[in-house]
């Protein structure tokens, strides 16, 4: 049963490896056509995630630098988590 309190986000790498941020539900859009709204209020947290077998089952870990290097050419999280909510495609939780 989908959560009507969460959803997520996730982006397709180039290596097929699937990275996802949890976002508060409707903010997605609401920030695509307002980018002045604070991302604080579009994620329910900057962390990002990836799972143990790159696609969208298996447990959720953190990527490496290493891997976010590689896919995002920066390890810096906020330019991720803007990339991804960008770029990504919004999924129920």
């Not at 949890?22 to 799972?51: C, R, Y």
């Not at 290493?66 to 909510?85: H, K, P, Y």
Request: hydrophobic share 30%; glycine share 8%.
């Amino acid at each position: 049963m989908p959560s009507h309190n969460a959803t997520k986000v996730v982006f397709k790498g180039t290596d097929n490896n699937e990275f996802f941020v949890i976002a508060n539900p409707g903010m997605i859009s609401k920030w695509k056509s307002d980018k002045s709204t604070p991302l604080i209020d579009v994620v329910q947290n900057f962390e990002v995630h990836t799972t143990t077998t790159g696609g969208n089952t298996g447990e959720a870990v953190s990527p490496s630098k290493g891997l976010l290097m590689n896919t995002f050419n920066t390890t810096n999280e906020d330019e991720i988590v803007r990339r991804i909510i960008s770029e990504g495609e919004e999924k129920g939780l």
